[in-house]
């Protein structure tokens, strides 16, 4: 029996099974799950399943399982690197359903959630409890697509990443079995550690539909601050003396000189100069904080910053934060009926500066517009690249991209640091990580889906198998 | 053939490979590597290999493969929970020569160093760079073993455990394949993270050969205090209070009124009584230190902490840390001729206060001799339980042990915070766990080690392996 014909025999299962308010087949469902936020294409499931439970995701991995039809969970659709676009004759599984807030001990900083909770719903819920959860990419991502792709943002500096802000996962398995891991407390050394592998595995190894979450206390005061430079280079080596000094600053955001212009346009930032640029944030107890602004101020001057500019009040500072997040959709503004597709390479911090020095002449040399931000105090950047919106000028930017990474990778690197591979970085990976851990990932992979049902194609670059 | 003729049969190709210099069948060496720091019996093996680099890892991993021969690795031997003891006819591969330091990155605070040095050694090299490493398990351990073991110590509350502080590994698979992992960037969002896998694996999955570790700015000024209590409770709420407030402590220890007894008869703290008490340590800036201290003497003193004690000086200081660390020491000498035994619990904070009492009741009732003492910021803590060297003395410890476990995996706890499973926690690890989560461990297991030749018996207990 082919993929397509198992595919269409469990449909009608499917909606035996969980009803018809939980099935759809309809066109329009259909075609809203054929892509992400990604340049890589799109192709329709057979079906879309909103799943309401973690049983409604095991019933329906059991059916997939038995008939050895693809799976490919989604959340918000947010993905920037195609992993939510269906492989061949797939379903797609909705967890947008899958919104409750299960538990908040708010004594020991933790909460339980569903996989389909995004982050802003879950810190509005949080607002009265002095709590929230750091970790905030550009999206209005899921938790549960969070964790697939071992997503960060701009809070990373000083709270980390997903990896470091997950205590504990329920997963449902290829088979349809439920398993936890982790669990509430802050560490433990028993047992192998299943929720970092589960962490970043882009829903190729099980499905996750619960997260027991890190929080965080509300810092007593946050302080934001612009500086501007005349030089990239000066830029880069303030944010990383600040991280050098151990200075636990809350963001240090770098936009280039490109990327300003267009938020200058873009967000009315008229009081600022369309040159290289640093967006910091300081949150803690008052001292601590006039502390840290007052070392980083001396760092930034050392390096031929101009004067700061503070956002002393609460609205000031969102507004800055504002700008700084709709930073592609500033460059998307000045670029009518054009494609913008971002990069994600990260380096060790002191090699930024070369690295960007590099890719400016890239970016140079290619003709094409494209802005430079990031995250610097991880190495982390983006570059926004516009092209025309065609099979064209898509391999343009491709082209582009290409170069970037393999300038990112010969510095030790890597291809991204918090987009993860989907369909986007594939032939990235075998560069990164050499053959021998990629054939020891695929022997994880046939381990815990020896019929590569669990959103098959993403992640994983084809090839041998460790074999012990 | 047997197992026992394999591995004799492989002594002398070894003697031919590496030379007689790294392969001891020598009794006394062989006895030094039969047994960690731990009760858990020992084991002689068959021979000792000492290995000077990762060539010499796969070499000795490729016969033992083709033979099929066990392999245990072997570090500073300072396992409390039987890690290191050979399983039957095996070889111990000791990387106690592995000591070089491959690379310091100081601008991007990182290092890169061969498995066998100690953290103790690191420190020492890296004290005119302003860096350190800050995990500190109590014995001199190899930072290979800290890995193997997920260890962390006094200074987690702040700057996390081995989980958070190491960036890549390289590992020598069962078959003696060499694979890197991780690597220098701080964050990736690239293949399933295979890092956090072998943290923790206890030489069950692969044989880590060189680690690249995250380093940290020695702050610019530490302080540490101590204060003490006439009531658990409150001493454990200040430590909650501390850690909900958010203040970055960098050490909070509990050490209970027999502890702090036998601490002040063994490292002279006579300025001190015999009650609960919480060492403290601060640091940073100077601002931020003194911020940081009047918020925890508020909080110690609002929850009836009597004044507190500081140690102004390094030297002071370090009498403190050394009084600490020398707990173990402390009880032991008060026990001439009897055996030691520590216990590992976490549980999360606000059941902290819950668990020492009960935990207190079961002391009571066996009629034992035990301290209590630990990394209360964590919620981890050890009960230090002293009875007559024999099997029944052990036995004795080993039931209280048990109700001590039970009552933390009641409360969503676990048997190790940072000692590890090795064979002493076997049994409690399907409880803790659930069968589900062990099905894919072993998994795992059987993916990376088919013929189960590395360190066999220890982490896992037998079970059902899940099969997709």
């Given at each position: 029996?082919?993929?397509?014909?198992?595919?269409?025999?469990?449909?009608?299962?499917?909606?035996?099974?969980?009803?018809?308010?939980?099935?759809?087949?309809?066109?329009?469902?259909?075609?809203?799950?054929?892509?992400?936020?990604?340049?890589?294409?799109?192709?329709?499931?057979e079906a879309v399943i909103f799943a309401e439970s973690t049983q409604d995701v095991s019933a329906v991995l059991k059916l997939c399982h038995a008939h050895r039809v693809p799976?490919?969970?989604?959340?918000?659709?947010?993905?920037?690197?195609?992993?939510?676009?269906?492989?061949?004759?797939?379903?797609?599984?909705?967890?947008?359903?899958?919104?409750?807030?299960?538990?908040?001990?708010?004594?020991?900083?933790?909460?339980?959630?569903?996989?389909?909770?995004?982050?802003?719903?879950?810190?509005?819920?949080?607002?009265?409890?002095?709590?929230?959860?750091?970790?905030?990419?550009?999206?209005?991502?899921?938790?549960?697509?969070?964790?697939?792709?071992?997503?960060?943002?701009?809070?990373?500096?000083?709270?980390?990443?997903?990896?470091?802000?997950?205590l504990g996962l329920t997963v449902v398995m290829a088979n349809g079995e439920v398993i936890q891991t982790g669990g509430r407390v802050r560490k433990s050394s028993t047992g192998y550690d299943l929720t970092s592998l589960f962490i970043g595995s882009e829903g190729t190894l099980g499905i996750i539909t619960e997260v027991q979450l890190r929080l965080h206390g509300v810092p007593e005061q946050i302080s934001a601050a612009v500086c501007q430079f005349d030089r990239l280079d000066d830029a880069v080596t303030t944010a990383t003396e600040i991280i050098q000094m151990g200075i636990p600053i809350a963001r240090v955001e770098l936009l280039d000189d490109v990327q300003m212009e267009a938020c200058i346009a873009f967000s009315s930032l008229t009081e600022f100069q369309p040159l290289t640029t640093l967006f910091f944030e300081f949150a803690g107890a008052p001292a601590a904080v006039s502390e840290q602004i007052a070392l980083t101020e001396s760092i930034a001057l050392d390096n031929n910053g101009r004067s700061f500019s503070w956002a002393d009040t609460q609205d000031e500072r969102n507004r800055l934060w504002k700008a700084r997040h709709n930073a592609y959709w500033a460059i998307k503004a000045k670029s009518t009926g054009k494609q913008v597709i971002s990069t994600d390479c990260i380096v060790p911090i002191s090699l930024l500066t070369d690295l960007i020095t590099g890719v400016r002449q890239d970016i140079e040399q290619s003709g094409l517009y494209a802005a430079i931000l990031g995250h610097v105090g991880d190495g982390n950047f983006h570059t926004l690249i516009v092209t025309e919106d065609t099979q064209e000028g898509y391999q343009q930017a491709l082209d582009l991209d290409r170069k970037i990474v393999a300038r990112a990778l010969a510095l030790g690197g890597s291809c991204s640091g918090e987009h993860g591979v989907g369909l986007g970085k594939l032939e990235f990976l075998e560069t990164e990580h050499g053959s021998g851990a990629l054939s020891v990932m695929r022997a994880v992979k046939a381990a815990f889906d020896p019929h590569n049902i669990l959103n098959p194609g993403k992640l994983l670059p084809a090839g041998p198998v460790f074999e012990g």
């Open positions: 029996m082919s993929a397509l014909t198992n595919t269409s025999s469990i449909i009608s299962q499917l909606l035996e099974l969980l009803g018809a308010d939980k099935v759809s087949t309809n066109t329009s469902v259909c075609d809203a799950h054929s892509h992400g936020e990604a340049y890589h294409g799109a192709n329709m499931p799976v490919v969970a989604f959340g918000a659709g947010t993905s920037v690197e195609g992993h939510v676009t269906p492989p061949a004759h797939s379903i797609s599984l909705d967890l947008s359903r899958m919104v409750d807030i299960l538990e908040v001990n708010s004594p020991d900083l933790d909460c339980r959630v569903q996989a389909g909770i995004t982050r802003q719903a879950l810190n509005t819920f949080l607002r009265d409890t002095g709590l929230f959860f750091p970790v905030d990419p550009g999206g209005e991502a899921t938790l549960g697509g969070m964790c697939a792709t071992r997503a960060s943002g701009t809070a990373a500096v000083r709270y980390g990443t997903m990896k470091e802000n997950v």
